[in-house]
């Protein structure tokens, strides 16, 4: 399926005066993205999203029955979504067409970590892979270039590459033994 390009002025008119506000006032740059799950029935999770609530739960490998989302799922899922639109957003801003695309990410691990079958396995991705199939007039320069600033400005990505510290609290709600 073709797709309506983006427009580059369009794109440079939203980002622009949020750039150089930011140049300006660096501390006004500063975010907080936040997520929130509550605890269903069974062994899930609702998580919203803007799309409404999704239910997540365990992935058929680990005992789920197949019906909810895998969080591991949903990790590579927001992975090919950010570097899908980072992607688009730098193709657009290099003037690159893209006609038609997709963005798939795979990634490996090993069941035994999370169901504690064997403590030697890390819990986790051992392996994630990002693959582009491009419908594009792009130079292999250009593509190169446009891959590259992909992965330097998508935030998944380089949250994964460069993993943040993590923290963790726990509150007792009132009324709970």
Known sequence: MQRKPADKAELRAAQQPL???YR??????LGTLKAEA???DG?????????????AGLHP?????GLEACSGDMLLQA?????GVTLLAVSTSMNIPVHAGAVRVEGDLDWRGTLGVSRDTPVG???????????????DEQLDKLLELTERYCVVYQTLAH????SVSRTRLEGTA
């Open 19 to 21: 750039k150089d506000h």
């Open 24 to 29: 300006r006032d660096p501390d006004s740059a």
């Open 38 to 40: 509550k605890l269903d």
């Open 43 to 55: 062994v899930s999770a609702l998580v919203g999203s803007h799309a409404g609530l999704v239910t």
């Open 61 to 65: 490998a680990t005992g789920g029955d």
């Open 79 to 83: 992975l090919a979504a950010c570097a």
């Open 125 to 139: 991705f051992s392996e994630i892979r990002v693959a582009y199939e491009l419908d594009t007039d792009a130079s």
């Open 163 to 166: 993993s943040p510290s993590l």
